[in-house]
């Protein structure tokens, strides 16, 4: 499995950006799909996940209600919707495979595959 990112860019406080991963290979209906953001400085954290099969959806207390984590199936396409957003919101933004449902779906070291990271800046 291999991801692919983008979408990332630079922002004025309040605005939107869309995130995209693009997964090549194989994706089982138990698959979670995560994004996560690492700021300088400072751990990667969880962002928002869902499971590739079915609509279920998690987000890190920060971006509820303006952060939406979406799928498209059958492009094997994963986004993630950012709205309203903040300066403390800048950080390098990954996406990432769980092929293990069992696991906790918020912590990095549960995800098997990574995408590269795309950088989103949110200026004040």
């Known amino acids: 499995v291999q991801l692919q990112a983008s979408g990332g860019g630079l922002v004025q406080a309040g605005g939107s950006l869309r995130l995209s991963c693009s997964v090549s290979g194989r994706l089982f209906i138990f698959y979670t799909l995560g994004w996560f953001r690492q700021a300088p400085g400072k751990d990667r954290e969880f962002v928002a996940s869902?499971?590739?099969?079915?609509?279920?959806?998690h987000y890190t207390d920060s971006v509820e209600g303006r952060f939406t984590i979406s799928k498209e199936v059958a492009k094997k396409v994963v986004n993630l919707q950012m709205n309203s957003l903040k300066p403390e919101d800048t950080a390098i933004y990954y996406c990432a495979v769980d092929k293990d449902y069992r696991t906790f779906y918020y912590r990095p070291g549960s995800y098997d595959y990574w995408g590269q990271g795309t950088q989103v800046t949110v200026s004040s």
């Open positions: 869902i499971r590739w099969d079915g609509d279920a959806a």
